[in-house]
């Protein structure tokens, strides 16, 4: 399906297609420096923005960035560079009952004072990695 959502101040709005339902959560230590938690986040066939000149975009790796607004600081994507694939957060879609959690991922970088309720697979890091071949945050 197709979902709209926006940044905290609105300067950035978008449109995302083939969204999928299911949330990935990471609890990664540069998630969390990024988001203030673990990160719930999402795969999108492609997504359209406005208002790209208030988004900045930071390269977090040498296989990725991460974009947000310039104004208010909200983090809008996780992007693949090659492929050329955008991950969302369910933060930001203006309808995030739409969402369920799918799996958690680096979960041996989680802090111990929280947990995420539910039946879903949670993988390590070395699990994580293993399962994309390579690649990771
Ligand atoms: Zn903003
Ligand atoms: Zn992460």
Redesign the pocket.
Same mark, same amino acid.
């Given at each position: 399906m197709n979902a709209s959502g926006r940044c905290l101040c609105g300067a950035v709005t978008f449109t995302a297609r083939d969204v999928e339902r299911g949330l990935h959560v990471?609890?990664?230590?540069?998630?969390?420096r990024?988001t203030g938690g673990?990160?719930f986040s999402t795969h999108v066939g492609g997504v359209v923005f406005e208002g790209d000149e208030h988004i900045a975009r930071f390269q977090s790796s040498d296989w990725a960035e991460r974009g947000f607004c310039k104004r208010c600081g909200t983090s809008l994507f996780?992007r693949l560079v090659e492929p050329d694939q955008y991950i969302l957060h369910m933060g930001s879609f203006d309808d995030p009952s739409f969402f369920s959690v799918e799996s958690e991922?680096?979960v041996d @970088?989680k802090p111990p004072g929280y947990e995420i309720g539910g039946e879903h697979p949670r993988l390590t890091e070395a699990e994580f990695l293993a399962s994309l071949g390579g690649q @990771?945050?």
């Amino acid at each position: 399906m197709n979902a709209s959502g926006r940044c905290l101040c609105g300067a950035v709005t978008f449109t995302a297609r083939d969204v999928e339902r299911g949330l990935h959560v990471c609890h990664c230590s540069m998630c969390r420096r990024w988001t203030g938690g673990p990160s719930f986040s999402t795969h999108v066939g492609g997504v359209v923005f406005e208002g790209d000149e208030h988004i900045a975009r930071f390269q977090s790796s040498d296989w990725a960035e991460r974009g947000f607004c310039k104004r208010c600081g909200t983090s809008l994507f996780y992007r693949l560079v090659e492929p050329d694939q955008y991950i969302l957060h369910m933060g930001s879609f203006d309808d995030p009952s739409f969402f369920s959690v799918e799996s958690e991922i680096y979960v041996d @970088g989680k802090p111990p004072g929280y947990e995420i309720g539910g039946e879903h697979p949670r993988l390590t890091e070395a699990e994580f990695l293993a399962s994309l071949g390579g690649q @990771g945050d």
